[in-house]
């Protein structure tokens, strides 16, 4: 019996063309997205169209039309078959009416963005200046995007985090040592409050609470005094106390000992995406490709207490995403 081909399943008349990109930092998953916007968006029998390069790409006109096997053996791996990257002109209205003129060239109706709160306020303004429909989806390992759970990448690089941090305890014990490890967080503390939670730490320091490193230092001395020989402590890059290297000045008189420091850096965005952040990723490309095909536009597409969501653009950039304040409460008294 002959296959039957994609166009004899699909009921659908080809009604527009829809571009997809992903922007700011890559995440592990994206391309778990990528895969599922390709194949349902075919599906359902509209033309969809790569944009390399992220929002730059855009404004280049780098495109290219997307076939099922264009995403063939992707959902496994890190990083983006996209590429990514930042546009400084994007940033301004005449780089805006450019994008939005160039889309209409193309013929392009539809435009989804993978990426983070920046990405999301991009498209807010493109908003206003484009007729097309434009859906977000939010893919950052910082999880500091508003209208979703758990962004795509955070569950992968928080478990990269906790495996590099495991190998990591294992020396500061073999030596008695006390360790500083940064992760990233320029303004979320969420991979730092699930990696400290998750190994174990002395103490968290992220930049939604106020932090006091006296009190660390002072818990850290006592802990000593108890026989703990070693110890850690996760910092999220952007708390106001600074980074590791520049808490590690501030604590080691603190202390009476040197602090070593460890930055875990890009390790925690690479590498094949966790079975949650794969299927997370084409969970939302899949309802992003649903919203198109009904009109919807100007949302970011999330995923809220196991129900998938819908969340204006402006308001996924400026409402701040909460702490799970109760997983920090348990710091004090899980280090005891």
Request: glycine residues 14%; aromatic residues 4%; proline residues 2%.
């Amino acid at each position: 019996m002959n296959p039957i081909s994609l166009s004899e399943i699909s009921t659908i008349t080809l009604i527009m063309k829809v571009g997809i990109l992903t922007s700011g930092g890559d995440s592990p998953g994206m391309n778990a997205c990528i895969r599922a916007l390709v194949r349902v968006g075919i599906s359902k029998g509209l033309e969809i169209i790569g944009i390399m390069g992220g929002l730059q790409g855009l404004l280049d006109g780098k495109f290219h039309e997307m076939q099922p096997r264009s995403v063939a053996n992707i959902i496994h791996r890190g990083g983006t078959i996209l590429t990514t990257g930042r546009s400084k002109e994007f940033k301004t209205l005449e780089g805006q009416m450019k994008a939005a003129q160039i889309l209409e060239k193309a013929g392009i109706g539809a435009l989804v963005a993978i990426g983070g709160n920046g990405t999301m306020q991009g498209m807010h303004k493109l908003q206003q200046v484009w007729s097309g429909q434009i859906i977000g989806l939010p893919g950052t390992i910082d999880n500091d995007v508003f209208g979703t759970d758990y962004s795509i990448g955070f569950d992968t690089a928080v478990n990269n985090a906790i495996d590099a941090v495991d190998k990591i305890r294992d020396t500061a014990q073999a030596f008695d040592r006390f360790f500083l490890i940064e992760v990233m967080g320029r303004d979320s503390g969420s991979i730092a409050l699930d990696v400290g939670i998750s190994c174990g730490a002395e103490a968290i320091v992220i930049p939604e609470t106020k932090t006091n490193l006296k009190k660390i230092a002072d818990d850290i001395v006592a802990g000593r005094a108890r026989g703990k020989n070693f110890a850690f402590i996760i910092v999220a890059e952007g708390d106001e106390e600074g980074d590791a290297m520049e808490i590690s000045r501030k604590m080691s008189s603190m202390v009476g000992e040197d602090c070593r420091v460890s930055v875990l850096g890009y390790i925690q965005r690479g590498g094949n995406p966790t079975r949650q952040d794969r299927i997370l990723a084409t969970k939302l490309g899949a309802y992003s490709i649903d919203c198109i095909v009904n009109g919807k536009t100007g949302i970011l597409v999330g995923e809220i207490g196991g129900k998938l969501s819908e969340t204006p653009f402006e308001e996924s950039y400026t409402k701040k995403k909460a702490i799970d304040t109760f997983l920090l409460s348990l710091v004090d008294a899980l280090s005891i």
